[in-house]
Nanobody, 120 residues
Framework: QVQLVESGGGLVQAGGSLRLSCAAS????????MGWHRQAPGKQRELVAR???????NYGDSVKGRFTISRDNAKNTVSLQMNSLKPEDTAVYYC??????????????WGQGTQVTVSS
């Protein structure tokens, strides 16, 4: 079993910054991909950013140039630096990991989510 725990959410004014972190723990062989998704009220969950174990990244169009994702493979953590925040960034942010288990099977895991609220 794998557990993902997010931290760093909160309330910030427009134009401000927040840094989210996610730590993976449990029993697994490796984590191929880690990323962040978000879901605002009344909207579909969307990709914010993702990063592979090799460091390749992808960003949603709405956050390019403002958010930066990074990971520490040794510590099994991923972070999301969010700058120039806008009210439309308000959402619950979820950490996601694509994990290879010791059984040689891949499986997606999700964190519980952390609230980010950006005031105008």
């Amino acid at each position: 079993q794998v557990q993902l725990v997010e931290s760093g959410g909160g309330l910030v004014q427009a134009g401000g910054s927040l840094r989210l972190s996610c730590a993976a723990s449990g029993s697994f062989s490796s984590i191929n991909v880690m990323g962040w998704h978000r879901q605002a009220p009344g909207k579909q969950r969307e990709l914010v950013a993702r990063i592979t174990s090799g460091g390749a990244t992808n960003y949603g169009d709405s956050v390019k140039g403002r958010f930066t994702i990074s990971r520490d493979n040794a510590k099994n953590t991923v972070s999301l630096q969010m700058n120039s925040l806008k009210p439309e960034d308000t959402a619950v942010y979820y950490c996601k990991a694509f994990v290879l288990g010791f059984d040689s099977l891949y499986q997606d895991y999700w964190g519980q989510g952390t609230q980010v609220t950006v005031s105008s």
